[in-house]
Nanobody
Framework: QVQLVESGGGLVQAGDSLRLSCAAS????????LGWFRQAPGKEREYVAR????????YYADSVKGRFTISRDNAKNTAYLQMNSLKPEDTAVYYC????????????????WGQGTQVTVSS
């Protein structure tokens, strides 16, 4: 089992950058692939990015490709989402998720979730 805690959200202006962190408990962090998802008010949860257990394979939603970078440091039990060139449409609660298998863009495939961190981008 793994517990996840996100941090790093905040209020920024369009064009700014933020780095979200996802800190995990437990000694088996490297056994889990990770994903970042987001949910805006009135909308369904949306896939953002995912990373393999070893951190070598990363994948992105088209809406964030070229602007966001997902990474992980298994020695620190932490994953990151570097967000550059932020847009107002990136405004959402961002969630980190983990699953004991290959990474997936399907939020239903993830077993463990953090509580989320709010990102607000003003125009």
């Amino acid at each position: 089992q793994v517990q996840l805690v996100e941090s790093g959200g905040g209020l920024v202006q369009a064009g700014d950058s933020l780095r979200l962190s996802c800190a995990a408990s437990g000694r088996t962090f490297s056994r889990y692939s990770l994903g970042w998802f987001r949910q805006a008010p009135g909308k369904e949860r949306e896939y953002v990015a995912r990373v393999s257990r070893g951190g070598t394979d990363t994948y992105y939603a088209d809406s964030v490709k070229g602007r966001f970078t997902i990474s992980r440091d298994n020695a620190k039990n932490t994953a990151y989402l570097q967000m550059n060139s932020l847009k107002p449409e990136d405004t959402a609660v961002y969630y980190c998720a983990a699953r004991a298998g290959s990474s997936s863009s399907d939020y239903g495939a993830y077993e463990y979730w953090g509580q989320g961190t709010q990102v607000t981008v003003s125009s």
